[in-house]
């Protein structure tokens, strides 16, 4: 069974930054695009960014320049550094793997980042 956990949200100041780690367990990760996903309160919940098993990225325009997404060697973890933060950041972030021979998606339960001073 697929799991994704993710970690490292919390309150950081405007203009700061955090990483945040998300690791997978239960299959093989070379084999799945993986992201992050943000839902602010009230919004739906859009993409962040995302790297493909090949290790493409691609950005949501409202982080690019910002965030860098990257995966560990081990592939079945993704990180996500997020500098130069600000308060329309905040938001519960979602790692998502996707297997790149399906259009099943699978889901972390979350961390909170709050970008406040």
């Known amino acids: 069974q697929v799991q994704l956990v993710e970690s490292g949200g919390g309150l950081v100041q405007p203009g700061g930054s955090l990483r945040l780690s998300c690791v997978g367990s239960g299959s093989i990760f070379s084999f799945y695009d993986m992201g992050w996903y943000r839902q602010a309160p009230g919004k739906q919940r859009e993409l962040v960014a995302v790297i493909t098993s090949g290790g493409n990225t691609n950005y949501a325009d409202s982080v690019k320049g910002r965030f860098t997404i990257s995966r560990g060697n081990a592939k079945n973890t993704v990180f996500l550094q997020m500098n130069s933060v600000k308060p329309d950041d905040t938001a519960v972030y979602f790692c998502?793997?996707?297997?790149?021979?399906?259009?099943?998606?699978?889901w972390g339960k979350g961390t909170l980042v709050t970008v406040s001073s």
């Open positions: 998502n793997a996707k297997p790149i021979v399906s259009d099943l998606y699978y």
